[in-house]
């Protein structure tokens, strides 16, 4: 069958999906997206509708069977690129250096296609923020706000961020100075020492 069905009814369904899954409603939505599945099972839309229903639903891996195969279909989609990032990623909390990966390619592919796809500069930030890679963070929420200024979770993350940096560069300064203020025999036994300034990621707080 066509790949965009002109029957009013198609569209009124899948219109009704996507107002489900505004409402938070996906297991709703998956029942009225899969007769639309098999009549279309290339059409973008339905796609891109039946996987966001399966990673509110935390489907994760169902999401992304489906969506391996979308993307192949439609590489310059960059929603199912999207959705593919969120059904790699999981839950952040829980998800692995591997499933990270996996969303962060998809993410930037999404942006490969569209440089401003809305939300993809937030999830990258979030993250590189879990990660503890906060200087990368902080940098992809500044362009999520350039992207959207009224973004106010990316400005909040931002805000956050940049105190934490500031703070942990402060503290690296203090130790650097106490450092260089010590005695050779402070430094001979370790106190006041280099070696003893705490920075990195480590000295930074969790956000």
């Known amino acids: 069958m066509s790949e965009s069905p002109g029957m009013p009814e198609f569209h009124r369904t899948l219109n009704e999906s996507a107002r489900l899954l505004s409402q938070n409603r996906p297991g709703e939505a998956v029942e009225l997206l899969l007769p639309l599945y098999r009549v279309a099972p290339e059409h973008p839309d339905v796609l891109i509708n039946l996987s966001g229903a399966y990673v509110l639903q935390r ?11 979308a993307v192949e279909r439609h590489p310059d989609n960059a929603m199912l690129w999207m959705n593919l990032g ?31 796809t809305p939300n993809a500069h937030y999830h990258l930030g ?9 200087s990368r963070a902080a940098a992809f929420f500044q362009r999520a706000l350039e992207v959207n200024p009224a973004d106010r979770d ?13 703070q942990a560069a402060k503290e690296r300064e203090a130790a650097s100075s106490a450092a260089g203020d010590a ?23 969790t956000p």
């Open 59 to 69: 489907r994760w891996n169902k999401a992304v069977q489906l969506l391996t195969k």
């Open 86 to 116: 969120a059904a790699e990623l999981g839950r952040l909390e829980t998800s692995g250096p591997r499933q990270q990966d996996r969303a962060i390619a998809a993410y930037e592919r999404a942006l490969a296609v569209d440089a401003e």
């Open 126 to 134: 979030l993250i590189y923020k879990e990660r503890g890679e906060l």
């Open 154 to 166: 990316a400005r909040a993350w931002l805000d956050r961020l940049t105190s934490v940096m500031m």
């Open 183 to 205: 005695s050779p025999e402070d430094r001979m036994t370790g106190d006041g020492s280099a070696g003893n300034d705490v920075t990195g990621d480590e000295a930074r707080p």
